[in-house]
């Protein structure tokens, strides 16, 4: 069984940072591609950030670009988004989802979601 479990969210003031975490089991982290994506309310879920199987490759969707962070560690079958500079904007649920193979920037190309952790920027 596939578990992807989130974690790291919090309240942080504008300008603030926060390392988010995901721990993956249930699966061979080096086959999958990894990302972040979030949902603030009463909005739907938008792509953050994505990472290829291996990490050496990265994409960001341009509100977090320059900001956000993405990274990985297949031996630790983990993922992070390390997010710097935040915004009250960037206030949302964040969750990490795993994809077969070669990264996407949209939901539905995603088989595995987690939970998600709560991100919450005060102005």
């Known amino acids: 069984q596939v578990q992807l479990v989130e974690s790291g969210g919090g309240l942080v003031q504008a300008g603030g940072s926060l390392r988010l975490s995901c721990g993956a089991s249930?699966?061979?982290?080096?086959?999958?591609?990894m990302a972040w994506f979030r949902q603030a309310a009463g909005k739907e879920r938008e792509f953050v950030a994505s990472?290829?199987?291996?990490?050496?490759?990265?994409w960001y969707s341009d509100s977090v670009k320059g900001r956000f962070t993405i990274s990985r560690d297949n031996a630790k079958n983990s993922v992070y988004l390390q997010m710097a500079s935040l915004k009250p904007e960037d206030t949302a649920v964040y969750y990490c989802?795993?994809?077969?193979?070669?990264?996407?920037?949209?939901?539905?190309?995603?088989?595995?979601w987690g939970q998600g952790t709560q991100v919450t920027v005060s102005s």
């Open positions: 989802a795993a994809r077969r193979g070669i990264a996407a920037m949209s939901v539905p190309g995603y088989d595995y």
């Open positions: 249930g699966l061979t982290l080096n086959l999958y591609a």
């Open positions: 990472i290829s199987r291996s990490g050496g490759s990265t």
